[in-house]
């Protein structure tokens, strides 16, 4: 689980001044937003107001891809399009990437883990900030959950 559940706006934005950028255990600083239809994202807005950053959207169409080794070429050039920018990378809905592994019941189930098991040493070595949406939060990898430092619950 993530390490510190319920933060307030306030808390997240006073951990990401103090982390040590570019470092990456003490660097990265993934946050996911759960509530309603767009609280996430609206917490997700305000975090980047206050840190004085901007907010790198992450379009899952132009990243995801069906074809074998493309999602992940897509995603390592996006986390460092990212961490080049400073802003917050901005996953919304992330239960659609971010979701739970499967049983591997055919060749499509095992590359969908593997995706899985990429994005997660992506997330790892990420030395930016990342903010993530969901309205079902047990949606989502709980080993993606451990990696992640905050989990705030939005109205």
């Known amino acids: 689980m993530a390490k510190n559940q319920n933060p307030t706006l306030t808390e997240i934005a006073t951990a990401a001044r103090n982390r040590t950028k570019g470092k990456k255990s003490n660097g990265n600083m993934w946050v996911v937003f759960t509530g309603p239809a767009r609280s996430g994202r ?6 980047a107001e206050e840190l004085e950053v901007g907010l790198l959207r992450v379009d899952l169409h132009k990243v995801v891809s069906k074809y074998i080794g493309e ?9 460092k399009s990212a961490e080049a920018s400073n ?14 592994r499967g049983e591997v019941k055919d060749a499509h189930d095992r590359y969908a883990n593997i ?3 990429y994005l997660l040493q992506q997330i790892e070595t990420y030395g930016g900030i990342a903010a993530l949406t969901t309205t079902k939060k047990s949606n989502l990898d709980p080993g993606f959950l451990r990696r992640c430092r905050f989990v705030m619950k939005c109205r």
Not at 87 to 100: N, Q, R, T, W, Y
């Open 42 to 47: 609206t917490g997700a807005e305000q975090l």
């Open 71 to 79: 999602t992940e070429k897509n995603l390592h050039k996006l986390f």
């Open 87 to 100: 802003a917050i990378l901005f996953f919304d809905e992330a239960d659609s990437l971010f979701g739970k």
């Open 115 to 117: 995706g899985m098991n």
